[in-house]
């Protein structure tokens, strides 16, 4: 007898998938898959659905797969033909009639306590994706020093070089409502172990609700995720998508720092013959680094409004004083490393200090000043 017809309450109307990735898991697919059926069977109180998703296994695994689903109701096996996380995923939520589609690793290590949790924002409209984080200071994890380092490490870099504000993107334990991600899923190009950051990624650049909830997990010691190849393709997925938006807004960025020092030479010329030429450069340097804060801020990184105009004109001068220190510096070391340099060798010093102080600055404006994840530019769009 099923918990509906024990508390009398009306029938499950509201379907939730659920997708278990696979790749030669022929030694815990059927225990892991029994184990959720039955706890969802008994404690779930919306419809739902089991999918296996097997990734081009060379084992048994898709016979066990497709046996457990001969004797389990609401358990459904898929072969996909080559090997990828991402690719499993995308294959079985795009094709979904499900109201929201979800996944967990087929090792469990997620209690499962938390999947009604995950999925009622969703259900309620209250939430566009849902996560569970390891992260979470009221989160109970049991891993060894090696996965925690490389765990942090990895969403410190999501943090600080693409602005992610989710703080956990690795856990094998998240759900979407079905349309957003059918909406998403064309946008994703990564086929593996980074199909659910980009996702994440993509929805906060939209504006979603990411809802995150702490969770009690358990590492597998026999896990048969490579950690290294896995954060490898990680951080290759990270330099990819920062440099697809850096792509778009480099030209501009550019064509301002060219019109910038025109204007600067200009107003040194003029101010040279009202004062010393220090301070000719000086006064000509901090007008021309107003204005190129304004126009990068306006149509470079697309903020408009007066919002936050003042601070990040005392942002962007924070990130043209550290170019410019870097400058300086470089022209320094060439001093002290060759006092006799000759003038081609400054001349080439002078530009690889530039291009490198440019370089930090574009990525200083992008990921702080004017980076629209930070919870104090958000709505200045």
């Not at 290590?109 to 390891?134: E, K, M, N, Q, W």
């Not at 199909?195 to 590492?219: K, N, Q, Y």
């Not at 290294?228 to 778009?248: I, S």
């Not at 001349?347 to 990921?367: I, P, Q």
Request: glycine share 8%; aromatic share 6%; with cysteine.
């Amino acid at each position: 007898m099923s918990m509906n017809e024990l508390t009398g309450a009306p029938p499950r109307t509201r379907l939730v998938e659920i997708v278990i990735p696979v790749h030669n898991e022929q030694r815990v697919l059927e225990d892991s898959v029994r184990r959720l059926h039955g706890y969802l069977s008994a404690a779930f109180p919306f419809a739902f659905r089991i999918t296996i998703a097997d990734n081009a296994s060379t084992d048994a695994t898709w016979e066990v797969a497709t046996r457990v689903a001969r004797d389990l109701g609401d358990v459904r096996a898929v072969r996909i033909a080559e090997k990828g996380r991402g690719r499993a995923l995308r294959r079985v939520w795009s094709q979904s009639d499900a109201d929201v589609v979800a996944y967990m690793d087929v090792d469990l290590s997620t209690d499962l306590d938390a999947f009604l949790p995950l999925v009622a924002p969703l259900l309620s409209g209250h939430s566009d994706l849902a996560i569970g984080t390891r992260l979470d200071a009221s989160a109970n994890v049991v891993r060894g020093p090696k996965r925690e380092v490389i765990s942090r490490g990895y969403n410190l870099l999501l943090r600080s070089v693409l602005g992610a504000r989710f703080s956990d993107a690795q856990c094998g334990f998240k759900a979407v409502r079905a349309e957003v991600a059918q909406a998403l899923l064309p946008s994703v190009r990564d086929e593996e172990w980074f199909f659910d950051t980009e996702l994440l990624l993509l929805a906060e650049r939209h504006g979603l609700r990411i809802h995150e909830i702490p969770v009690d997990w358990v590492d597998d010691p026999d896990s048969r995720v490579d950690i290294l190849k896995t954060a490898l393709d990680d951080l290759r997925g990270v330099v990819r998508v920062a440099m697809t938006g850096a792509t778009r807004q480099l030209p501009i960025f550019a064509l301002i720092g060219g019109i910038s020092t025109l204007a600067h030479l200009g107003l040194f010329v003029a101010l040279r013959q009202l004062v010393p030429a220090v301070a000719a450069n000086a006064l000509a340097l901090f007008l021309t680094a107003m204005a190129n804060t304004a126009a990068n801020r306006r149509f470079t990184f697309g903020v408009t409004g007066r919002a936050g105009a003042v601070r990040h004109q005392l942002e962007g001068g924070v990130a043209f004083v550290i170019g410019l220190g870097l400058s300086t510096g470089g022209l320094a070391l060439l001093d002290f490393v060759a006092p006799h340099a000759t003038t081609l060798a400054e001349v080439g010093a002078v530009v690889a200090a530039n291009g490198l102080a440019t370089l930090v600055r574009f990525l200083l404006l992008r990921t702080w000043v004017f980076n629209l994840r930070r919870p104090i530019n958000r709505g200045l769009r």
